[in-house]
């Protein structure tokens, strides 16, 4: 009897086996002919890590079943047939009842939300079939992170005049960190989008056209401008379409712009978002360098580094906790420096969030801002010698300060823990030692004779010598 049970077992198991072998078999070959084989080797390596668990979680839920139809079977009890059948219809009733199931089988099936026309935060589940479907229509782009040295030069002009900005929206593929791939949703394939200096009293004439690979709707919102939507009801492009609208900027200062196409939030923390300066009549000071920063917030799912193509995370939106945050896009590689400058240079940072959920509290590690516009507003209140100034979602802010000492400036959002998500960037300053502002050993030790200092470097630990 017993011997039976275990041959009963074996050909059970077998058939399981074989089953799952046929399934894969006939997947694979369904997938080369719907995807095209160029495009599934492409596909593959990015959705490596979710095929092993696709395949893991099958292999445990098969042997799971297995192992409960044979309890069942050994037993000869239709009660505990009936009981577990009970179990498994009691948890679906709990579910369902839990929250609303939301329409058009989005992910998570269970989300509901109370946003204006009833958008979810969420994609759509048949949309991540569409993405795969137009897979080789998507642009790999090598660094999504926008160049921080990319400030449009000062305005010199002393008359208003007409100003032609073109925007491309288009959502591609691209690194949030080694190995971790993320579909970017973009203006110009950057993140943030490519910053724009305008003068105040101008008139300008925004273009906009959606890339006929991009799969979703997108629009423009200029904080700078004064009408509704910001330009966003002037702006909605279909894909491959292309709309432009003017506005004439009435108020001096540092703004966001980003696409407001509803859900509004999921179109944000995909990428699209970027800064606009209106000069003011009169200019901004000169400065040796200006540099152009913006956080942003990622949504993905999994664990912070699960490798391969990430899929953005509704539910992590709405509780507004991104895996990671990003100055520029993307995390810094490998620490090297996108920024310098000089000793005894001035700067000037062009700061903005693109948000979705926090607050920014923009600080320079071993820095003082001489000056700080808050908020971005210019023709107001400034601010001296600030060590960190609040850059709220959907805001800005313009800080300046000059290099006294040679070595790195770590600009950070002093929420540290979120350093370890990636919002830090780093400016080298270059040059000589200013060793009567800043210098190891104690304050009797000479310093006037350059001869007797050792040149210390970030973070190297030297000493005065005597
Ligand atoms: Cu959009």
């Not at 010199?156 to 080694?178: W, Y």
């Not at 292309?242 to 923390?269: D, E, M, Q």
């Amino acid at each position: 009897m017993k011997n039976e049970d275990t041959k009963d077992t074996f050909r059970h198991l077998g058939y399981a086996a074989f089953g799952l072998f046929s399934f894969g078999i006939v997947s694979a070959v369904i997938m080369i002919f719907y995807f095209g084989l160029d495009n599934l080797l492409t596909l593959l390596p990015l959705i490596y890590y979710s095929v092993v668990q696709g395949v893991a979680i099958t292999i445990a839920v098969v042997a799971l079943s297995f192992f409960v139809l044979r309890i069942v079977y050994r037993l000869h009890s239709k009660l505990l047939a009936l009981t577990l059948a009970v179990i498994v219809a009691g948890a679906l009733l709990y579910m369902w009842a839990d929250k609303t199931y939301s329409p058009h089988f989005a992910m998570p099936a269970f989300m509901h939300v109370y946003h204006p026309g009833g958008s979810l935060p969420d994609l759509p589940f048949k949309n991540v079939l569409v993405f795969i479907k137009n897979f080789k229509n998507f642009e790999f782009v090598e660094d999504i992170g926008a160049d921080p040295n990319t400030v449009p030069p000062p305005i010199n002009r002393t008359e208003p005049a007409l100003v032609r900005i073109e925007l491309t929206a288009q959502e591609v593929i691209s690194e949030v960190a080694p190995g971790v791939y993320f579909n970017y949703w973009t203006f110009n394939k950057q993140v943030p989008g490519p910053m724009l200096r305008v003068r105040e009293g101008d008139t300008v004439e925004v273009t906009l056209t959606n890339h006929h690979s991009s799969l979703h709707h997108h629009n423009i919102d200029l904080h700078a401008v004064t009408g509704p939507g910001g330009g966003a009801t002037l702006s909605k492009v279909n894909p491959g379409e292309t709309r432009t609208f003017s506005w004439k900027a009435l108020n001096p200062g540092l703004y966001i712009y980003h696409c407001a196409t509803p859900n509004v939030s999921t179109h944000n923390s995909h990428g699209q978002y970027g800064l606009i300066l209106v000069e003011p009549k009169e200019g901004l000071q000169k400065v040796d360098k200006e540099f152009y920063i913006v956080q942003g917030e990622l949504y993905t799912k999994g664990v912070i580094g699960k490798k391969g193509l990430t899929i953005f995370d509704g539910d992590a939106l709405l509780d507004e906790e991104p895996n990671y945050i990003t100055f520029n896009g993307r995390i810094e590689k490998d620490g090297i420096p996108r920024m310098s400058m000089k000793v005894g240079e001035t700067a000037r940072i062009y700061v903005g969030n693109g948000g979705v959920g926090l607050i920014s509290s923009f600080h320079p590690i071993g820095e003082i801002f001489d000056t700080v516009y808050p908020e971005g507003g210019i023709g107001g209140n400034i601010l001296k010698n600030i060590q960190t100034t609040a850059v709220l979602p959907g805001g800005a802010a313009i800080v300046e300060f000059k290099a006294e000492i040679p070595g790195a400036i770590v600009l950070v959002d002093h929420a540290l823990a979120r350093m370890n998500k990636g919002a830090w960037a780093i400016i080298n300053v270059e040059g000589e030692e200013n060793p009567e502002i800043y210098r190891p050993g104690t304050s009797d030790d000479p310093f006037t004779q350059g001869s007797q200092v050792t040149p210390a470097s970030y973070g190297s630990g030297s000493e005065m010598s005597h």
